[in-house]
């Protein structure tokens, strides 16, 4: 997606070692041919989804990762409302399958790419980050419990290194 493949050339500028997984479900595999001609670099590119519990310990026992960068989240509003059940399975389960197995592996650190709709309709502007969450659409409520579930793991292990990104736009 936009943000990621953004990501990804700042990552690869600054000379990091970079792993994409994508399905490829709401983006095409063009974009690492354009993220290799804009940074002079070929990320490495895995093609297939976080609910996949083996592919992701092979990655883990394969190469050396020491953080991940979570994007891979369904994000139209709509949609959400018409196939709830492919929100919270893509959002939800495979957050967790990719937290279990990232603990697995001991790879403790990790952004996750959240969205200002976890607010809802707000009571008062400005937003702030301790303003109340209160999703209006499935989109939103998958990635508000994917926050909380993000939350619990760090109260019940200190050791991880978590943050959350919400994007307005």
Same mark, same amino acid.
């Given at each position: 997606?936009?943000?990621?493949?953004?990501?990804?050339?700042? &990552?690869?500028?600054?000379?990091?070692?970079?792993?994409?997984?994508?399905?490829?479900?709401?983006?095409?595999?063009?974009?690492?041919?354009?993220?290799?001609?804009?940074?002079?670099?070929?990320?490495?590119?895995?093609?297939?989804?976080?609910?996949?519990?083996? &592919?992701?310990?092979?990655?883990?026992?394969?190469?050396?990762?020491?953080?991940?960068?979570?994007?891979?989240?369904?994000?139209?509003?709509?949609?959400?409302?018409?196939?709830?059940?492919?929100?919270?399975?893509?959002?939800?389960?495979?957050?967790?399958?990719?937290?279990?197995?990232?603990?697995?592996?001991?790879?403790?650190?990790?952004?996750?790419?959240?969205?200002?709709?976890?607010?809802?309709?707000?009571?008062?502007?400005?937003?702030?980050?301790?303003?109340?969450?209160?999703?209006?659409?499935?989109?939103?409520?998958?990635?508000?419990?994917?926050?909380?579930?993000?939350?619990? &793991?760090?109260?019940?292990?200190?050791?991880?290194?978590?943050?959350? &990104?919400?994007?307005?736009?």
């Amino acid at each position: 997606g936009y943000i990621g493949s953004h990501t990804v050339i700042q &990552l690869l500028t600054a000379g990091a070692k970079v792993y994409i997984l994508d399905n490829f479900y709401n983006s095409t595999q063009l974009v690492v041919d354009q993220i290799e001609k804009i940074s002079g670099q070929r990320p490495n590119l895995v093609v297939g989804d976080i609910r996949n519990r083996a &592919l992701l310990k092979n990655i883990f026992a394969h190469h050396r990762i020491d953080s991940v960068i979570h994007f891979a989240g369904l994000k139209a509003v709509g949609e959400s409302g018409e196939e709830p059940l492919k929100y919270y399975s893509n959002n939800v389960i495979g957050s967790c399958v990719l937290l279990e197995e990232m603990q697995e592996a001991n790879v403790k650190k990790l952004v996750f790419s959240s969205s200002a709709t976890v607010y809802g309709s707000p009571n008062s502007l400005p937003i702030t980050e301790d303003s109340l969450l209160s999703p209006t659409n499935p989109y939103g409520q998958s990635k508000s419990m994917v926050e909380s579930i993000i939350h619990d &793991l760090y109260k019940s292990d200190h050791s991880w290194s978590f943050a959350i &990104l919400r994007y307005f736009n």
